[in-house]
C-alpha cells in the first residue's frame, strides 16, 4: 500500500496525491501546487510524507509563486 500527502507548515493536509495498492517498481507523480480543491496554494514550506508498507519518508517542498 503506498500513500504520498502534502501538509501545510501547520501539519494540516493539502492533498493526497497517491493512495493505494502498487506492484514493485519505479513510480514518480508530479504535484502542481494546487490543494484537494483545485485551488493553488500559497507561497510556503510544505511537507510531503511518503507511505509505503510500515516505512514513511518525508520531504520539505518550498513553494515560491
Known amino acids: 500500500r503506498v500513500r504520498l500527502e502534502i501538509f501545510d ?4 493536509s493539502v492533498r493526497v ?7 514493485a517498481g519505479v513510480y514518480s507523480t508530479e ?15 510544505y ?6 508498507g ?4 518525508s520531504l520539505k517542498l518550498a513553494v515560491v509563486r
Open 47 to 52: 511537507f510531503g510524507r511518503l507511505a509505503v
Open 31 to 45: 504535484w502542481d501546487g494546487r490543494d484537494a480543491a483545485g485551488t493553488r496554494v500559497a507561497s510556503g514550506v
Open 9 to 12: 507548515v501547520a501539519g494540516r
Open 17 to 23: 496525491l497517491e493512495d493505494g495498492e502498487r506492484v
Open 54 to 57: 510500515d516505512r514513511v519518508a
